[in-house]
């Protein structure tokens, strides 16, 4: 990998094989009798319908993390094509069926798959891709071991489950009043954490390591997405201040409970107050996100997102990674994890 | 098996360790953060909730097939219990889905699962139960060798994308005005075949025969699933004429595109004009359903259905089952094939 240096040049590398390796797995859901069904899964893909493309098809940062963890593992990427192609499959699924949960109109720039062909094809379309997702990623029998390609499928079911545990709570959480930080933790291992930390596992797994390895490279998907998402929730309240991407306070408006909020609840003073009084509007959002930041909040979080980040580290430095996919992980980590010292 | 001579007895002889294998599997839907989770799965297997019982729980015929194949085909039913379990959460899965994509209120006597917590927890719930479904699966990994066990997985996950394949053609049918016969089949194919060509295939499996034999009871499942169809879509027209169960001419009034109607739209005459100009209402449907028969509708679908019954009792004769088991299967297609002649 001698012109490869880092996660966009790894990236454009592999998503040629990906994209292969995903249209063999398609393929199998439209014959003749069901070409429209394809047609959807394409779309949500980002390879058909109006402004196909790069954007509509988005990083797909699961896979290639899975394929890079390969490599970093000591293996070559290409055995862990059939994992990658399974986890953009799955993570496309859980989008199909998140979208209609949370009525989201849009994805990736375009109109949300339910919008465009409507609720109930949307939600069958979303099975069929997570049957696709299972599908594919029995193809890691012609690369890895029987037993391997078994322990694969099992730890990639029970990351589905978990995915829809973290989806429950998140649901849930509109309605309720009092979340503990427990409850809090095991919505975004859920929903973001656990996916990642299967990508990491099971790259490793298709590189041919053992347990013991597999599981620094499981932490550190974990403790990766789990600080990623603290840091999403920070950027949610405080963004634009800092960086440009998500509009400022909108999670306040939408009252998201995420770790600030949680926190600042807790504290039961004038964030409490005004949260559990009165209805926050863009205009008095900004105030609010002030009185969460000198009440602890915002510090709180990043504090909490550092310390995340040291772990996901931690856990990379254990794995003991190998030549330039390596280096592209931890730079990769740090990358995605901007810590605030 | 002395004591059991017919499926009733055998399925009252299965349930109490169907019910623990189901309960093992589902306990890792609700830990201490997601009771509510676990909730919903036990309202939807009927053990919990307003009404829960027997009629709630539905008679599990595809479980207790899949564990009736195994004996049949010289194997303990204990073996298959892995498969029978998965198999009912599969279904489970897909009724909760389907309730929300069909706007169907009620499910075995009670609200559906939807009705009760709303249509995002729902969905969510289904792709849990699908999870748990996979996860369930791989446990046949104790009872049956590795490489058998990849192929039940194989095997399953195929099943699972005919199944919405079937739905996305079910769905699409209420929207079209023309659907050849071809397309028919692969509806009927994925929403009922498919389900129990599994069921009774991974049944042989468990009890360790080969291929060829699978093949067997896989065509016989597939044959009785297709039989069952028709003779569903003639019970949705004429059933009140010839016995209980459906109200009479339902599937006119609501326009299902069941066999005799695409028998009837194809023959161009008296039943297509009606069809095709006039609002069908409870009032006119019995004189349409007359024309229909008139017109050779029913005709056509009851030879239809006795051409699958005989290719099912074929592949049931050539997989030469065994022992009372081996009878009951065979009983169990005459009964539920109810022949015309």
């Keep these: 990998m001698a012109e490869i240096s880092d996660l966009a040049s790894f990236s454009k590398k592999v998503y040629p094989a990906l994209r292969e390796e995903l249209q063999k797995d398609i393929a199998q859901a439209g014959d003749h009798n069901t070409p429209e069904l394809l047609d959807m899964v394409t779309y949500q893909l980002g390879w058909t319908g109006e402004n196909a493309g790069s954007k509509a098809e988005g990083k797909q940062l699961r896979a290639v993390l899975t394929l890079l963890a390969c490599e970093a593992a000591g293996g070559d990427w290409k055995d862990a094509l059939p994992a990658a192609a399974a986890v953009e499959l799955l993570h496309n699924f859980s989008l199909i069926h998140d979208d209609i949960e949370d009525q989201g109109e849009t994805r990736r720039g375009r109109p949300s798959l339910w919008k465009v062909w409507g609720k109930a094809q949307a939600i069958n379309t979303g099975d069929a891709m997570f049957a696709l997702a299972n599908m594919a ?26 995915l829809t545990q973290g989806q429950h709570l998140d649901i849930s959480f509109e309605k309720e009043i009092e979340i503990d930080l427990e409850t809090y933790w095991k919505m975004v291992g859920g929903k973001t954490a656990a996916l990642l930390a299967f990508c990491l596992q099971v790259g490793a797994l298709a590189a041919g390591t053992d347990l013991e390895v597999q599981a620094h490279y499981r932490d550190f998907g974990h403790y990766l997405g789990m600080s990623f998402q603290v840091q999403d929730d920070i950027l949610g309240i405080w963004g634009e201040a800092d960086r ?58 990043q504090s909490t997102a550092d310390r995340l980040t ?32």
């Design 244 to 301: 440009t991407g998500k509009s400022i306070t909108d999670d306040l408006v939408t009252r998201k409970k995420t770790l600030p909020v949680l926190y600042g609840l807790a504290q039961e003073k004038s964030f409490y107050k005004i949260w559990s009084e009165e209805e926050i509007t863009p205009e008095n959002a900004l105030q609010l996100a002030e009185i969460l930041q000198s009440e602890g909040g915002r510090a709180y979080a």
């Design 310 to 341: 040291d772990l996901a580290l931690e856990a990379l430095e254990k794995a003991q990674t190998q030549g330039t996919a390596g280096e592209i992980l931890k730079i990769t980590a740090r990358n995605l994890l901007q810590r605030s010292n």
């Design 137 to 162: 990623l029995l193809n890691l029998a012609d690369t890895v071991s029987t037993k391997a390609a078994l322990q694969a499928g099992a730890l990639f079911h029970s990351t589905c489950l978990r």
